[in-house]
Nanobody, 131 residues
Framework: QPPLIESGGGSVQTGGSLRLSCVIS????????MGWFRQTPGSGREGVAQ???????????ASMKDRKDRFTVSHDRAKKTVYLQMDNLTPDDTALYFC?????????????????????WGPGTRVTVSS
């Protein structure tokens, strides 16, 4: 089983909601740095949010500030699952969404939120928002 598996993507209309899930297996869930990223055709991966399973809140990069009120990260320790709740979706949110993980909690802060630090990735789940 892959270490990270995303699910919950789909097609919705503008204003709709989706909750993405990322199930983690094979890793100690206690203090993982989890990241949500997204990628549109022809573009690189863009960071959406970063979350430390051991606590400390969620970091949203500056590029996501306008989405901060619409995107919420949560988790379920028992299920070893991290969620990305996305509300009031717009066509600009259309992308392939990935979860990623690394095991260095000291680098799980805004200063270190970048794709290259995450060594484990899920295959992605596609989100399509129509107008």
């Amino acid at each position: 089983q892959p270490p990270l598996i995303e699910s919950g993507g789909g097609s919705v209309q503008t204003g709709g909601s989706l909750r993405l899930s990322c199930v983690i297996s094979g890793y100690d869930y206690h203090n993982l740095c989890m990241g949500w990223f997204r990628q549109t055709p022809g573009s690189g991966r863009e960071g959406v949010a970063q979350f430390l399973t051991g606590g400390g809140g969620t970091f949203y990069p500056a590029s996501m500030k306008d989405r901060k009120d619409r995107f919420t990260v949560s988790h379920d320790r028992a299920k070893k699952t991290v969620y990305l709740q996305m509300d009031n979706l717009t066509p600009d949110d259309t992308a392939l969404y990935f979860c990623a993980a690394h095991g260095a909690p000291e680098y799980c802060s805004g200063d270190y939120f970048r794709e290259g630090l995450f060594g484990v990735w899920g295959p992605g789940t596609r989100v399509t928002v129509s107008s």
